[in-house]
């Protein structure tokens, strides 16, 4: 319960008293003189939260973990896992090295902007959609693989299933894919 103090004692806070306790669950797993170990876990459960990590979540985790903003920077920079500006509510990132490359990924990429109406790199005018390249996901078998917003792997994407996602993206209340039997 290390963040009610916390908590208490700064007046204007970022995260939610839910996500200090999940960055809590976290600390709990190194020895209190390792709280920088947590630094990744609680940039994820910070983005999950406010959607990308500003300056101010990452001096609100440094403060927490003890440990400087710039560290916290310099990881969030880092991994491409982290936005640092705010993003679509759904970030579509498609695999493009060899193996999904040779199971049509970038005909999937193709299929997705002509739906999407937008190029990589861009998003939706509704804030709704971005779509981007990635790198290997380690699912080489499932080609081609898509990810969304870092957390939901999709495998064997085609036009059947790309359409699927989106319809079911487009009308999800939450962040996350919920009913993967549809996709």
Request: hydrophobic fraction near 40%.
């Amino acid at each position: 319960m290390q963040h009610l103090k916390f908590i208490n004692s700064k007046k204007n806070k970022i995260l939610s008293k839910v996500a200090y306790s999940l960055i809590d669950k976290e600390l709990n797993k190194y020895p209190p003189n390792h709280k920088k170990s947590a630094v990744i876990a609680s940039l994820i459960i910070a983005q999950k939260e406010n959607g990308f990590i500003s300056p101010e979540i990452e001096k609100e985790i440094g403060d927490y973990l003890e440990m400087p903003p710039i560290a916290v920077h310099e990881i969030a920079t880092f991994y491409n896992m982290f936005e640092l500006t705010p993003k679509a509510r759904f970030k579509i990132v498609v695999c493009t090295n060899l193996p999904c490359a040779l199971r049509n990924s970038k005909h999937a990429i193709t299929i997705l902007k002509n739906r999407l109406g937008i190029d990589v790199g861009e998003k939706t005018e509704d804030g709704l959609f971005s779509l981007h390249e990635g790198e290997c996901f380690g699912a080489c078998a499932d080609a081609p693989v898509m990810l969304v917003n870092n957390h939901k792997m999709l495998s064997w994407m085609n036009e059947q299933s790309i359409d699927a996602m989106i319809r079911e993206l487009s009308s999800s209340k939450s962040n996350v894919i919920t009913n993967k039997d549809n996709l």
